[in-house]
């Protein structure tokens, strides 16, 4: 919708099935998932400081450096990845561009939209036991607003940009209950760099808008489980994993950025070309392949590997 309420995008036919779930309720099913399976060892207060393409990689602990070998090393440690830094994977990291800021609330109904505003993007959605909250830090009221840690400036900010989020914001208690990240993308040649391998945020790092950046981290894993049971040898599987998994991502990343791009869009003329004639058309385009391709691989594809 924009900032008055009116559609902007409604993709034909019945709406996609969504559940919003919790990043920490995600995160119990895997450690449930993970202490289930008796030959892994999960260790807690240890950090990866290095690593080398040989598969050493060196942790520090309170008691002290340890270095442990490996088969396989997968660099799963995001946007800031040490190992992506120790292995030759041809990076480029952009600089930090928009922020984005985030919440959890209770008290207050989700709207179960987002809205291209004035002042950029905001969405509520409920969640278990709550409303989850975002909005683009794009608009100069806004950046002020966080620049000097003033809730009350940023609940002005929004509310004259869009009337529901007075209400949102209000139920954000203090500054320190706002999760605030700025965007950081990551494009990397190559994916792997001997035993070591990387997925996530380590090796395609994406804008926000298209919601899917813990999708493709999963879909990394499942991928490059499905290519090491098929692969005769590890840097065969290796390469069939980037082969799979690039293409597919690139696109979602190019997706989000353009939709980021379109969000914020502040000028009058700007948005009412976007709204009247952009958004119209993407409408038409929308559907179920579309959303095929921001997936990234079939669901079936990806029961079948789990199950394997």
């Known amino acids: 919708v924009d900032g008055a309420g009116r559609i902007l995008l409604a993709p034909p036919g019945p709406p996609p099935r969504g559940l919003m779930v919790r990043r920490a309720a995600l995160q119990r099913?895997?450690?449930?998932?993970?202490?289930a399976e008796p030959g892994i060892t999960c260790r807690f207060g240890a950090e990866v400081v290095a690593s080398?393409?040989?598969?050493?990689?060196?942790?520090?602990?309170a008691a002290g450096?340890?270095?442990?070998?490996?088969?396989?090393?997968?660099?799963?440690d995001g946007v800031h990845s040490r190992l992506r830094a120790a292995g030759d994977h041809g990076a480029r990291v952009s600089k930090p561009g928009i922020a984005y800021l985030r919440a959890l609330v209770t008290g207050v109904v989700a709207?179960?939209?987002?809205?291209?505003?004035?002042?950029?993007?905001f969405g509520s959605f409920a969640v278990d036991g709550g409303t989850y909250v975002f909005a683009s830090a794009g608009s100069r009221a806004v950046r002020r607003a966080l620049d000097a840690r003033d809730l009350d400036a940023l609940r002005a900010a929004w509310a004259d940009a869009y009337a529901p989020a007075a209400e949102l914001?209000?139920?954000?208690?203090?500054?320190?209950?706002?999760l605030i990240n700025r965007v950081t993308r990551v494009r990397c040649a190559r994916w792997f760099d001997g035993r070591q391998v990387l997925v996530g945020d380590a090796v395609h790092a994406m804008?926000?808008?298209?919601?899917?950046?813990?999708?493709?981290?999963?879909?990394?894993?499942?991928?490059?489980?499905?290519?090491?049971?098929?692969?005769?040898?590890?840097?065969?599987?290796?390469?069939?994993?980037q082969r799979r998994r690039q293409p597919a991502v690139a696109w979602v990343a190019r997706t989000a950025a353009r939709l980021g791009g379109l969000a914020e869009l502040t000028h009058p003329?700007?948005?009412?070309?976007?709204?009247?004639?952009?958004?119209?058309?993407?409408a038409r385009r929308a559907g179920?392949?579309?959303m095929a391709s921001v997936l990234q691989e079939p669901t079936a594809t990806l029961l079948a590997i789990g199950r394997a």
């Open 29 to 35: 099913l895997l450690l449930d998932a993970v202490a």
């Open 52 to 61: 080398d393409r040989a598969g050493e990689v060196v942790v520090e602990t």
């Open 65 to 76: 450096v340890e270095r442990v070998r490996g088969d396989l090393v997968i660099g799963a």
């Open 111 to 121: 709207r179960g939209e987002e809205a291209w505003t004035a002042a950029g993007l």
């Open 169 to 178: 914001l209000g139920a954000v208690a203090r500054w320190d209950d706002l």
């Open 207 to 241: 804008a926000p808008n298209l919601g899917q950046g813990a999708n493709s981290a999963l879909v990394d894993v499942a991928v490059l489980l499905d290519e090491l049971r098929a692969a005769a040898t590890m840097s065969e599987a290796f390469a069939r994993y």
């Open 269 to 282: 003329v700007a948005r009412w070309l976007r709204d009247r004639v952009v958004m119209p058309l993407a």
């Open 288 to 290: 179920d392949a579309g």
